[in-house]
């Protein structure tokens, strides 16, 4: 099934460790997403690419950073993790027109 | 920017009852999604709808975008719907990105 995934499911890192977490897609959609969720809070964007165009929304701390190597792969990296940063990170695809897929989602620990 | 509230905040529920979540939102948009955030933080797509109605079994939407609303009807409902249901919204401006509402808690008891 064409689908999302996203590695690893649960991440543990250290007080100003650097991480990052993986997304694929099979879905062959244009558009990825990263978003922000914290413990009973709604998902907030961090950014998107459309295609291989970066869009970083306004309040994405500058300790967040994203690549996009190809269609399939999206990474999201977090140059010096803090206390703040804990939270489920949910990647998600879609095409011109077209609704949202998500993945599973990684939660992050920082201890 | 666009507002997206949800109403109710919480809703316990007896297995079989029926119940409808509402959304409303501030501005224009595009489209509008329902999905239900299981309890391991999956969000599944329910429902893209735009406008009009949709039925997926149990499940049923209506959006009413010229008043700016979207129902969501759960009938019988069962344990396994129990979670967090979030209305999101493409805001009109262009491009789709997702605005999430402030969601719906739901618990349903045996």
């Known amino acids: 099934d064409a689908m999302v995934i996203q590695n690893p499911r649960y991440q543990v890192t250290q007080f100003g460790k650097p991480v990052t977490l993986s997304c694929s897609q099979t879905l062959n959609h244009n558009v990825m997403y990263w978003y922000q969720q914290k413990s009973s809070q709604a998902p907030k964007l961090l950014f998107h690419y459309y295609d291989k165009d970066f869009n970083n929304e306004a309040d994405t701390p500058d300790n967040f950073q994203s690549r996009r190597p190809n269609t399939s792969f999206c990474f999201l990296d977090i140059r010096s993790p803090g206390l703040g940063d804990a939270a489920m990170y949910l990647c998600?695809?879609?095409?011109?027109?077209?609704?949202?897929?998500f993945g599973s989602g990684t939660r992050l620990t920082v201890v | 920017g666009i507002q997206v509230e949800q109403s109710p905040p919480d809703l316990i529920l007896q297995e079989g009852a029926n119940s409808t979540l509402r959304c409303n939102f501030s501005d224009s948009v595009n489209n509008l999604q329902w999905f239900h955030q299981n309890p391991w933080g999956q969000l599944i797509n329910l429902f893209y709808i735009p406008s009009g109605t949709k039925q997926n079994g149990r499940l049923s939407a209506t959006t009413v975008a010229t008043e700016r609303y979207s129902l969501l009807y759960i009938s019988s409902s069962q344990t396994t719907d129990s979670g967090v249901y979030f209305c999101?919204?493409?805001?009109?401006?262009?491009?789709?990105?997702?605005?999430f509402g402030t969601g719906t808690r739901l618990l349903v008891s045996p």
């Open positions: 999101a919204v493409e805001r009109d401006t262009g491009f789709q990105k997702l605005v």
């Open positions: 998600a695809t879609s095409r011109d027109m077209g609704g949202y897929t």
